[in-house]
């Protein structure tokens, strides 16, 4: 077998190679030819469940023997996988679904192996957040994948309230029983109007991508209940800079007003901050309106 290495110093040595090697999502013909072929040729494959992974062998006749390698025994299993490469093993590492450590288990297993000095090498294929994000009519130059969120309610908000402001497009993976709670704490912190697209199913059957802002997905989730199952990618439109100009230019506003509200009556401070920020008097009215509500 080809070995690749990270550069032409580095000299072969006796231990084997770790592949980190990318499996279909859905689709099973999205096995490449070199997975197969490398599958097919290593000493053992590491899998997140080998049972579900044993199903995608079997369809391709490959007959390589499987261990497990998931996120409750990731850490006492990379020791073993060292002493395999160690011992001149060639070792597969795959997931479920997609490509392995991608909010799947396999990080601490490929840090020894850089540690230890034994090659690792990628054999790339699907990846959910990838393939989601490439058919989001999202923009997609500039992006960060965010994985699951918390599932609790307030850790949640303190993520995406961390998020709320960046202008890159954000990549989430959402759980079907969790995604309506999500998309309503995204809608409270990121607005209502928030391009959005719900990439579900990727792949299979039943493959569906809703696109629109928050809140026009999360009614499309609460009258067809259809759409809350399989797999799903949640791709965000990041913040524009001018939503983030607007946002500072109505703190602003509201500053002024706070200080005008204190020293002169409601129309004359609406007066005086609209003369001042250029902002149409009925607008700062509305916010002058908001401020009083809020103090009394």
């Known amino acids: 077998m080809q070995v690749f290495l990270w550069a032409k110093e580095k000299?072969?040595?006796?231990?084997?190679?770790?592949?980190?090697?990318?499996?279909?999502?859905?689709?099973?013909?999205?096995?490449?030819f070199r997975a197969k072929t490398l599958l097919t040729e290593v000493s053992q494959i590491a899998a997140e469940d080998t049972r579900h992974s044993q199903r995608l062998l079997n369809h391709y006749g490959i007959h390589t023997p499987l261990f497990s390698l998931h996120a409750h025994n990731e850490h006492e299993r990379s020791d073993q996988v060292i002493e395999l490469l160690k011992q001149g093993q060639n070792i597969a590492l795959i997931t479920d679904a997609g490509t392995p450590l991608i909010s799947d288990p396999g990080y601490p297993l490929v840090a020894r192996c850089h540690k230890e000095e034994i090659l690792v090498v990628s054999i790339p294929g699907p990846c959910a957040a990838i393939a989601a994000l490439s058919i989001s009519g999202i923009p997609c130059s500039r992006f960060s994948f965010e994985g699951f969120l918390p599932a609790k309610t307030a850790a949640r908000e303190n993520e995406l309230s961390r998020l709320k402001e960046d202008e890159r497009t954000l990549v989430f993976y959402v759980s079907p029983h969790r995604v309506v709670d999500e998309l309503n704490d995204m809608i409270k912190v990121f607005g209502q109007d928030r391009l959005a697209a719900?990439?579900?199913?990727?792949?299979?059957?039943?493959?569906?991508?809703?696109?629109?802002?928050?809140?026009?997905?999360?009614?499309?989730?609460?009258?067809?209940?259809?759409?809350?199952?399989?797999?799903?990618?949640?791709?965000i439109s990041g913040l524009s800079k001018t939503s983030v100009m607007a946002d500072n230019k109505q703190q602003e506003i509201e500053k002024m007003l706070r200080i005008l509200l204190d020293e002169c009556p409601l129309k004359q401070a609406v007066k005086i901050a609209a003369d001042i920020s250029g902002e149409k008097k009925n607008a700062v009215y509305a916010m002058a309106l908001r401020l009083k509500k809020s103090i009394e």
């Open 11 to 32: 000299e072969l040595s006796d231990f084997g190679t770790l592949f980190i090697v990318a499996t279909p999502i859905g689709h099973l013909g999205d096995l490449s």
């Open 198 to 235: 719900l990439v579900r199913e990727l792949t299979k059957q039943f493959e569906t991508v809703l696109r629109g802002n928050l809140s026009d997905i999360l009614k499309r989730l609460e009258t067809d209940p259809n759409q809350l199952r399989g797999e799903m990618v949640l791709i």
